[in-house]
T-cell receptor
Framework: GESVGLHLPTLSVQEGDNSIINCAYS??????FIWYKQESGKGPQFIID?????DKRQGQRVTVLLNKTVKHLSLQIAATQPGDSAVYFC????????????FGTGTRLKVLA | EAQVTQNPRYLITVTGKKLTVTCSQN?????MSWYRQDPGLGLRQIYY???????DKGDVPEGYKVSRKEKRNFPLILESPSPNQTSLYFC????????????FGNGTRLTVT
């Protein structure tokens, strides 16, 4: 498969366990965050988003936690499955007045059978 | 099905031969954008468009052109491709360009020899 990034941090998780993927951001003015999943050979797929007026948001098997105090975002995947193997990255809109998105470098999740 | 469609998926060309990568979305999104993804560099924005006839440069616009004559289409044009434009390209769209998630196409793998 195609590699979307060299030297990405890798998280290896046993199938059935929970996964936690972290993302730090630097701009305290950021008010909207998005998590993406990118499988080999595919485009980034929207998983879940959260606005800064929330601390937690849950989806199907996924939960995003936002800690504005330390500018930290995490994605929790419950009961990790082989199909969860992918690169995960966070994104936020640029707040400097441009219509751009800022993407994290990503974490590779490997699910061990 | 709501989606962003890019064509072609794979393209091999020679230096200097003009090419166009098409992108179409069926979600009536205002915002569309092009990215390139290279190992170790993550997603970098090439151009974006806030609406019909409104386009602006992203972080790496050199060597590329875009047009937005219709809301649903946002083609990427390489007038004179060079080997350093060999990359994986993604088109994306979102409702507003800020505070709404980007939806990505499945990518175009371009090789320029």
């Amino acid at each position: 498969g195609e590699s979307v990034g060299l030297h990405l941090p890798t998280l290896s998780v046993q199938e059935g366990d929970n996964s936690i993927i972290n993302c730090a951001y630097s701009n305290s003015a950021s008010d909207y965050f998005i998590w993406y999943k990118q499988e080999s050979g595919k485009g980034p797929q929207f998983i879940i988003d959260i606005r800064s007026n929330m601390d937690k948001r849950q989806g199907q098997r996924v939960t995003v936690l936002l800690n504005k105090t330390v500018k930290h975002l995490s994605l929790q995947i419950a009961a990790t499955q082989p199909g969860d193997s992918a690169v995960y990255f966070c994104a936020e809109p640029d707040t400097s007045g441009t219509y751009k998105y800022i993407f994290g470098t990503g974490t590779r999740l490997k699910v061990l059978a | 099905e709501a989606q962003v469609t890019q064509n072609p998926r794979y393209l091999i060309t020679v230096t200097g031969k003009k090419l166009t990568v098409t992108c179409s979305q069926n979600m009536n999104h205002e915002y569309m954008s092009w990215y390139r993804q290279d190992p170790g560099l993550g997603l970098r924005q090439i151009y974006y468009s806030m609406n019909v006839e409104v386009t602006d440069k992203g972080d790496v616009p050199e060597g590329y052109k875009v047009s937005r004559k219709e809301k649903r289409n946002f083609p990427l044009i390489l007038e004179s491709p060079s080997p350093n434009q060999t990359s994986l390209y993604f088109c994306a769209s979102s409702l507003s360009g800020r505070n709404s998630p980007l939806h990505f196409g499945n990518g175009t793998r371009l090789t320029v020899t």
